[in-house]
Structures are given as structure tokens and as C-alpha cells.
């Protein structure tokens, strides 16, 4: 078992790193430091743009490594074991991590172990609660994926719903570039809609009343039509931001709930960086009060870290995996221990925006 992880995250916007603290016997590892440098070229862009993320990635990615072990007060010789996010994400992006966490770990002859990134965010919160643990329902949703899993151990993923088009947190920076509001879309919606009047938008809930998969692009289209329709958007786009986010956070806590009533499990987990969002969090909790516990990570957690990547690390190296010199990054990596639903209608891939 290693004991002293350092974690590296360079799937997409974020640079970061952190070193988890664990030992023998120990069933939760400590966070001993978290950097996270956001990296803000692509403001300008309302987006991220591939090529300058990889960039500033190779740039910043030594730095970063460097602080967060002297954040944690740990010389090179204290780290036994180097994670790293593998993917999905962007390909050029992941590549510096990996290039990166590679000759680490073969120059200091220290474990290697490959993440998939959104098994780190299902980690999140159990970086921070030494309790957390399944069986739990999970909903992770980020930029890029909208999943509903039902996890009744660590290491095994079982799919409810994927979305079937756009991800919950693409649909939030897409009407936020309709509403005239920066990226990421998702906390400048948040901020604003707590302004909005609730009464004066109601916008659809796309495939809420029945199964757990999920669409969003209508209801995008809906906001764009009540811009166009609008006259005023200065006036209105606060209650635009309340409607829709009002819609969005009404599917995702009522396929939520089902799924919680459906498994009876005793625990539900928000992760990704939607998961950010306060709002969602209160409804969550609120809606599924009696029925069972909400865990989700304070924000700097659910968003791209470098710590969920160590801590899943941490739980891999546990069962003793490795890999190997030839670790490489992919785009598309699939969750490892995803099952499929037994007879789906339809099943999108759940790796695919
Ligand atoms: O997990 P993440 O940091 O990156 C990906 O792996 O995609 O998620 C980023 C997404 C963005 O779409 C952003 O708008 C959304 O999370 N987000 C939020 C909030 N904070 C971040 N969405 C809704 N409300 C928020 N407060
Ligand atoms: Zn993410």
C-alpha cells in the first residue's frame, strides 16, 4: 500500500496537484495538499481552446507539482506513488499529465497508476469523509457527462441513464452564452438566477416523469426562443437563468430520487463540476430528505482537482493495480467497471458529450 500518493490533473482547464497521506491500515487517506491553477486564456474564447490548454499546462504543471509538495511539507523521497487523470478529456491536455506523472514515477522508480476522470469525481467527496462509501446512487455531471449510476461497491458502475444529448453543465454554458454571461456558464446562472422571479419563466422538464435518461437540448432551444422573444434582455435574463436552471435541477433531483427509491440505497452522491452548485445541493437534500443522506464535496473538490484523481488513485493501488510504462491518454476512456442497463431502449455512450 502506498503512502504517500501524489495526484496530477491536466484533463482540461485545471492544472492541478495534491498529495494524499495515507498508511498501513489506514481505510482513508489524508488530504495533505490540493493546488488547483484555473487556467484563464480561454475566457476571451467563451470556451476552452484545446491547443492552449495543453499549453499552459506544460507551462504551469512543474510548479504546480512543486508547491503541492511543499504545501504538504514533503520532499520528493516521502512520495511513493504517482496518479494521474488518463481520461476522458482532451487528448493534448491529458498527454502532459501523463507524459509528466510518467517520468516521475520512472525517474523515482514509484508506482504509476492511471485515473479515469469521472471515477475520481465519484471519489470526491470521500476525500473529505472518511465514511462515504457504497452502496450509493450517483449523479455526476459536469461539462462533458450526465450519468445516473448505481454503485453498489467501489470499482463497479452500474448505468441508469446517460444523457442523450447535451451534458447538464454544457446546457448551463450554452444558455449562459444565449443570456450574454461568461464561461463557465454554470456560476454565472447560479449568481444571477437568485434575482430571477421563479413564476415568470416556466420552461420545459425534458423526460422528467419517466426512466433515468436524460435530454437537454430542448430546453435549450426553449431559452433561445425566449430570448429572441424577450425585447428586454437586460430586464429578463435573470428570470431566464432562474427558469431554466429551475427546469435543469428539477430533472436531475426527480431522476435522482427515483433512482434512490428504485435501489433503496441509504446514500446519494452528487459529483462533477455541476455539482458545484449550491442550489442543486439544497434541492437535492431537500427532496430527498427521510429518504437518504446527500454526500457531495465542497465546490474546490467537484471541480477538475487534482485530490478525487490521488484518492481513486489511493483506492486502486489498494487492490493493487498498476500501469505500466505504456499508460497513455485517451479521449474516450470508459469508466472501468461500467455495466450496461440488462435491455436498454437506448444507450448512448456514455463517454460522448
Ligand atoms: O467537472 P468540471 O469542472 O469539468 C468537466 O469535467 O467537464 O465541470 C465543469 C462544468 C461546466 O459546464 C460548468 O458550467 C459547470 O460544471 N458548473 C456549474 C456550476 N459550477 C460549475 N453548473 C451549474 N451551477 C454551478 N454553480
Ligand atoms: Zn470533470
Redesign the pocket.
Known sequence: MADVVLGIET??D?TSAAVLVGGRGVRSPELASLVILSQDVHQVFGGVVPELASRAHLAALPRVVDRALAEAGLGWSAVDAVAVTAGP?LVGALLVGVVYAKALAYTGGRALIGVN?LEG?LFAPAVEDPELGPPFVALL?????TLLLDVPVWGRYRLLGATRDD????A??KV?TLLGLG?????E??RIAKHGDPARYTLPRPMRDEGFEFSFSGLKTSVLHAVRASGDLARDRPHLARGF?DAVLDVLVTKLERAVRATGYPTAVLG???A?????AALAAERLKGLARVAVAS?RL???NAAMIARAGWYRLGLGERSDWTLDARADLPLPGLEWPASPAHTPHPTSP
Open positions: 484533463s482540461c485545471e478529456g476522470h469525481h455531471v459536469s461539462g462533458g457527462h451534458a447538464a453543465g454544457e448551463f454554458d449562459a464561461y463557465p456558464g454554470g456560476p446562472i447560479e436552471q462533477g463540476g455541476v458545484c452548485s449550491r442550489t442543486l465546490p467537484n471541480a477538475d
